[in-house]
């Protein structure tokens, strides 16, 4: 052979390319396009085939699953899902590739199917508008174009269907170039739509622009609330430390002059909020611990912050509720929804439509502009970031998002403790006093805590000294100056008595169906 008809690579080397290729173009060109969609207010739902492919695994995750996610990677969940889907599509790229070369008919099949899984996905998203299918559409024109043009250019040529025109050359050079073109085209592509999409530049012009409402009684921290030990979670929890668990994929960029706060549902009269008219209403500031239902015994998703905003109780008084309510279920710009017990509302507790965490405005990952904060409750039936609309109804009648997959209804926020310091199989050395700090925190919202009791191996329960009390709403630090013996290992257990006497249950159990229960425990090694 001839350097100018050269094939240095095989068929099937080149199939695969192609397939890499006409996936690459498809995703970028749709990513491209879903960006300058929403950018311009056309798009009704998630018209990003990417993330409306991840935003309907989620919402087809079985609570085993979730769980699992959120132990093994936490808040790291969402880009291990990302990163999943990249690797399923490059493998269905390969496949589509590999039949290219002798079964041309069933790899646009295939393309097609999965460019139909793709397009089912987007209009399965909330708000989904006919409109929305437009960049899977012609991204996937764009792949199929890619992969005809490919094969007659690249693989029909070394399988000897087509000859090369005089004075061609095909070489693997030539189609690792045209591989790698294809493949950064559709990455920057990609990224400039995510980019463009949205209102991410508005958002983070709202926030800087954004003054705290003054309110007439700021919450201020007491003396004594922290302990004072080193290696415990910090009383007051940074917003940027803040845990983070929703079904957001991506987080959601929402512009406050576009925001409404809906109320809608068995009321006497439908009330629409914008922000300025939420900003001018009477604030008040909570400090407030926020759980989620999916920690486990001695995990830490959990925080405590300070929390600013208008009561939801003075909303719904303003809308006036019907009799026969007992639910209000709240729905996030992204269509998630909790469904809240009317009472804890409406019976005096802080529950707010926050806009400020810690003095400052919520950061987009937290709900700005607005989110609820429901003491009492664990999050996924009251924490809605994001939130657009509060519908009054009855629990026969609707559900939130996690209760159909399984979850309690209600949610209430169990009565317990975690052990931070030491950590589970330490070694310590006590100090010159021949003590160890053991220490942690402690937390029964809307109930507060009472005592906390610490036990080493199978000893007496001894009392450990309580932080200062700030709020029923808020957790406690505690420790216990444990006199540790000179050397061995112990086993230290923790557990929280609330102020109604009721003692934390011992009884281990999931965070499925409402919540994980038992003792905290670690084992350390004294040296």
């Known amino acids: 052979m001839t350097d100018d008809t050269r094939t240095e690579s095989g068929p099937y080397a080149r199939g695969l390319a192609g397939g890499v290729a006409a996936g690459a173009v498809t995703i970028g060109v749709a990513e491209l396009l879903a960006g300058v969609l929403s950018r311009g207010g056309w798009a009704g739902g998630t018209p990003s085939p990417v993330l409306a492919v991840g935003g309907a695994f989620i919402d087809r995750t079985p609570p085993w699953l979730k769980d699992f996610a959120v132990n093994v990677f936490g808040t790291h969940d969402k880009q291990v899902l990302l990163t999943g889907i990249t690797v399923v599509l490059v493998l269905l790229s390969l496949l589509v590739g590999a039949l290219l070369v002798r079964r041309v008919v069933a790899a646009l099949v295939l393309f097609v199917l999965l460019l139909a899984v793709a397009a089912a996905a987007v209009l399965s998203r909330p708000h989904a508008a006919p409109q929305d299918l437009v960049p899977i559409v012609i991204g996937g024109l764009a792949g199929l174009w890619t992969l005809s043009a490919w094969r007659r250019r690249f693989v029909s040529v070394a399988t000897g269907e087509h000859a090369l025109a005089p004075g061609s050359v095909v070489d693997r050079r030539t189609v690792l170039g045209a591989t790698t073109g294809a493949i950064v085209g559709g990455a920057l592509a990609t990224v400039v739509g995510r980019a463009i999409s949205g209102s991410a530049r508005a958002v ?75 900003l001018a209403k009477p604030m008040q500031e909570a400090m407030v611990t926020l759980m989620c239902v999916s920690n486990e015994v001695g995990g830490d998703l959990n925080g405590n912050a300070i929390w600013t905003g208008w009561p939801v109780r003075d909303l719904l008084a303003e809308a006036g509720v019907k009799p026969g309510a007992d639910m209000v279920l709240s729905t996030s710009v992204d269509g998630w929804t909790a469904g809240t017990p009317l009472s804890a509302l409406t019976d005096g507790r802080n529950a707010l439509i926050a806009v400020a965490m810690n003095g400052k405005a919520l950061s987009a990952v937290h709900g700005f502009p607005a989110r609820l904060v429901v003491p009492g409750l664990y999050g996924y039936v009251s924490a809605t970031k994001w939130v657009t609309q509060l519908k009054v109804t009855t629990y026969s009648s609707d559900e939130g998002y996690w209760t159909p997959r399984g979850w309690s209804a209600k949610g209430p926020v169990k009565t317990s403790s975690r052990i931070d310091v030491p ?54 630090q505690w420790v216990l100056e444990w006199k540790a013996p000179s050397k061995g290992r112990h086993t230290v257990t923790v557990r929280a008595i609330d102020r109604t006497g009721a003692v934390q249950s011992s009884a281990q159990a999931p965070p499925a169906p409402n919540g994980s229960s038992g003792y905290d425990s670690v084992t350390v090694t004294v040296t």
Not at 225 to 240: D, E, L, N
Not at 441 to 470: F, M, N, P, S
């Open 204 to 278: 983070q012009q709202a926030r800087a622009a954004f003054m705290v409402p003054k309110v007439a009684h700021p919450v201020t921290v007491p003396a004594g609330a922290s302990v004072g030990v080193r290696g415990v979670t910090p009383f007051i929890v940074p917003s940027g430390e803040f845990y983070r668990i929703d079904t957001a994929l991506v987080v959601p960029q929402v512009d406050p002059d576009q925001w409404h706060l809906r109320v809608t549902g068995m009321v006497e009269r439908e009330v629409t909020l914008d922000w300025h008219t939420l």
């Open 423 to 476: 950590r589970n199989g330490a070694h310590v050395t006590p100090a010159a006093n021949g003590k160890v700090a053991v220490a942690g925190v402690a937390w029964a919202q809307h109930r507060g805590i009472k005592a906390v009791q610490v036990r080493i191996d199978d000893g007496e329960w001894q009392q450990a000294r309580l932080g200062t009390d700030a709020s029923i709403d808020a957790w406690r």
